[in-house]
């Protein structure tokens, strides 16, 4: 284990700082942008780009990488991460941010394809598990320190952003100079949102919905903050107690899951975070308790993706792990790409309160669902299920998936897009006509 991340060091340094920089860089533009004056609605389709970029470049870049390489494909990526921070302070304008924003996206996703690919190359089936956690902690820990950095100086100033530029370009020097041999590059077929939905209609459903619960709290969560006249300390504070959060109740939410079932889990989780979601809105916002209560809306909205994609796993064999992991990034992308235009109109419309109210619903529409389909079919035995593992919401996290052998990631990668269809049509044939 080790020996592993020793042998990554150049790739998990490259990606802590450029995490850094992610997490300051969403939460200063939603800053910058309450004090530029921009709108609500506005700000929320400026946030709105980075997921649309996101989504786009998890499709786009894997071809990029295929034909160039991984050392190329990152410091292209990477330098045109930290271009189009600096924009941002050049033109204040909510169409240029909107166009920066996902430019941002597309290049972040191709930084999480390249750095996942290859942290995938550089783990053993023995070793994949732990290398995950190590990369969960690297990623997580980074965002919340980005957070923090909001404290470095004025958000109404320009430092920020040429820290933020700073970060991802240096982000790119000890991969450059590592001597670490660059994998070779598969990309694997994926299936369709109604393929898979067909065979866990409540693994989709939630990624969807988890999806706008994340484009809700970090496309739209510092401008509820400013909005509430929070200072900006306690504008990071608060952005970094929902972080932690997330990171916090994982394991333990997951590790439940492996004993009562993942539906149980997913509904308990969504309804908790409905009741803490309504008594935000009911509570003077003054002292420690606001951070509490952001910290469990993180902690019970985050977990839901590594949630929904076990939930999916369930029901799958290894090889249709990979092909669908694509399928379920696709659905929470586009999820997200509505949660931050969806909230900033509840919240121009109906006060900044509209924030948790927009988190509440979707908690509530999901918990809502998981108990119709409890009447559905029937749950999957605890000793049917695969161990719980967390993930990251990234294009490629669940290939990491210490489930999957590597040999079933090599045969998925090489099956054409017929075989990948048969199997899922087969899987989808044999639920709707048991025997």
Known sequence: MFQVIANSWALFLGLGLIMLGNGLQGSLLGLRASLEGFGVTATGLIMSGYYIGLLS??????????????IRSFGAMASLASTSILVHVVFIDPWVWWAMRLVTGFAFAGLFVVAESWLNDAAENETRGQLLSFYMLITLGGMAGGQFMLNIASPSSYELFVLISALVSIAVIPILLSVAKAPEFNTSESVSIFQLYQVSPLGVFGMLVNGVMMGAIFGMGAVYATAIGLSVPEVSLFM???????????????????????????????AAGVAVAIFATNFDYSGWILYLVVALIGGFATPLYALCVAHTNDHLSPSQMVAASGTLVLAGSIGACLGAPITAIAMEQYGSQAFFYTIGISMAVVCVFGLWRMTQRDAISSEDTSDFVVLAPTPMSAVLNPEIELEEIVTANEVDAEAVQESFEELVNDLANPE
């Open 57 to 70: 470049g998890a499709t786009m870049v894997p071809k990029f990488v295929a034909r160039v390489g991984h």
């Open 240 to 270: 970094g107690s929902m972080v932690l959060g997330g990171a916090i109740l994982q394991f333990p939410l997951g590790r439940m899951s492996d004993i009562v079932g993942r539906r149980q889990v997913i509904i308990g989780a969504c």
